[in-house]
């Protein structure tokens, strides 16, 4: 990718999640396919995600905006060739005929306007006039010289004549941002996305050993029953059991496989058959994270690339509302020329008079318009500076929202650590429960029943699942962390290039 350079690894991995079935269980199609780490999910994602392609496009076209806008200071090259015919009566009175006159029109000059508003002019003219009043013979009047013409009010001064680069400009900027923020936006989702198919993984892998516990029960049932010491009950509620993990394997195993595609769709896969081999995933390693309230809010202004955006939007509005203002003045233009004036038989020899400076002609004055009611441009002005308002205080809105943003997900970061530790010590008793549960059901003393195991095993497999779902959540705090400060690409290690 032209706009994208990785520098060193993303986070590894460390180990596989399990997809077998247990003998018995209706096996779902989860053939096992070529291995998948986080960092290359990442990596294909910043290749192939279509919504990346999309907006890759918008900092070359804001670019050539900009050149465009550029582009109305440019000096331009004018040449004008014309030719009249027109009949006018003698200044003695009819009945003699009217004359016949031509009129042939040169002229060549270079001329643009400056960023103050200054329009310019550098060149000559050349007329000839000749018919039945002197014979067709040449009649050629020139000039060379210098027209200028200066906006005093309106049209005066920078922010009036660049409002359209400035606008240009910041809309470049904008571009940069926005490309960046879908860079973060794809790339929090692939890691909540990756981390939520190895939850799935996981989910799947505790279906599985809910249901090989229930089938251990059953057995133990059954050969409790044929030895006299149980009831016929105690193997249907066994066998009731097995049953139910039959359906939680089939949903899980379905689950596994609609995630992985929401995976496969973000990391740029257009085909998604429902038989194609699973990716292997691994549990990523939760990145070591130091919450800083004190600056974190200000990292985020820095680094946020919405909040900047909508800075740049404010210095659109700005020079948008600048030249509404400019534009409630009336017209008062001064303009000035200076040049010389040649008037010869030939074209050559009244160019020559010009060489010679013997005719020297200036002119100076002032033009002023003042509209009546002005209604377009108070109009205009009041929209402008309205909406500009409107972008400051949703500003002000914005911060607010990224202040208790950031907040949020600081809090998360310590509510997931705190969250494995009491899901994880949890998750050691249920399992020593079941264990001493089961101890007891197959001494056949202390009272415990098939009922007392089954619970224990679903307080089992509840606790199981609470540790998945805390370890995924631990990855995706970080990750919505990272997005509240816009730190995601560092976190990463992705560098943008420069612009195409």
């Known amino acids: 990718m032209n706009r994208l350079r990785l520098l060193g690894c993303l986070t590894g991995a460390l180990s596989v999640s399990a997809l077998g079935m247990a003998q018995g269980t209706p096996a779902p199609a989860l053939a096992a396919g070529p291995p998948l780490l986080l960092s290359d999910a990442i990596r294909l994602a910043l290749d192939n995600n279509p919504d990346i392609k999309v907006q890759n496009f918008g900092p070359a076209i804001a670019r050539a905006n900009w050149v465009a806008a550029l582009g109305q200071f440019d000096p331009a090259i004018n040449f004008n060739r014309s030719a009249s015919s027109s009949y006018g009566y003698p200044s003695t009175p009819e009945p003699l005929p009217p004359l016949l006159a031509n009129t042939d029109n040169y002229s060549l000059n270079l001329g643009g306007t400056l960023p103050t508003g200054l329009n310019y002019s550098i060149g000559g003219t050349a007329e ?22 200066q ?3 309106r049209g005066f ?17 904008i571009s940069e941002w926005q490309f960046r923020q879908t860079m973060i936006n794809t790339v929090t989702n692939v890691v909540d996305t990756y981390s939520n198919l190895v939850l799935a993984h996981d989910e799947l892998g505790i279906a599985q050993r809910s249901h090989d516990l229930a ?11 044929k030895a006299g010491q149980g009831a016929q009950s105690d193997v249907t509620a066994a066998r009731a059991r097995v049953a139910e993990n039959d359906e939680s394997i089939l949903l899980e195993a379905n689950a596994v496989r609609s995630i992985e595609n929401q995976l496969r769709e973000l990391i740029g896969e257009t085909s998604f058959p429902p038989d194609r081999p699973l990716y292997i995933v691994y549990p990523p390693i939760p990145p070591e994270v130091t919450v800083d309230p004190a600056n974190d809010y200000e990292k985020a202004l820095n680094n946020r690339p919405d909040y900047q955006a909508a800075r740049l939007g404010i ?17 008062v233009n001064l303009f000035w020329s200076h040049g010389y004036n040649g008037l010869a038989n030939t074209l050559t020899a009244s160019r020559r008079m010009l060489e010679t400076e013997d005719f020297p002609s200036s002119s100076i004055g002032v033009n002023v318009s003042i509209p ?58 249920a399992n020593q429960a079941l264990k001493d549960e089961m101890n007891k059901f197959n001494d056949g003393v202390g009272g415990s029943t098939v009922n007392s195991v089954i619970q224990q095993q679903q307080f089992l497999i509840a606790a199981d699942n609470s540790l998945a779902s805390s370890k995924a959540a631990k990855i995706q705090a970080v990750a919505n962390y990272d997005q509240a400060l816009g730190t995601t690409l560092s976190r990463y290690n992705i560098v943008l290039a420069g612009p195409k």
């Open 128 to 149: 000839n006039q000749h018919g039945l009043f002197n014979g067709f013979t040449g009649d050629y009047a020139t000039f060379a010289g210098i027209n200028l013409t």
């Open 372 to 429: 009546i009611t002005n209604a377009t441009a108070r109009g205009t002005a009041r929209a402008a500076r309205l909406t500009l308002e409107q972008a400051q205080a949703s500003l002000r809105e914005m911060e607010a929202n990224i202040a208790v943003n950031v907040a949020n997900a600081a809090s998360q970061i310590e509510t997931a650590r705190q969250r494995v530790l009491a899901d994880q010590n949890a998750d050691d008793l």
């Open 215 to 225: 089938a251990l029960l059953l057995t133990q049932s059954q050969q409790r029953l």
């Open 315 to 331: 210095v659109i509005d700005r020079a948008s509302d600048s030249a509404a203002r400019n534009g409630l003045l009336p017209k």
């Open 157 to 173: 001064g920078l922010g009036a004549n660049l409002v359209n680069v400035r606008i240009a400009r910041a809309n470049r900027t």
């Open 151 to 153: 906006p005093l009010l």
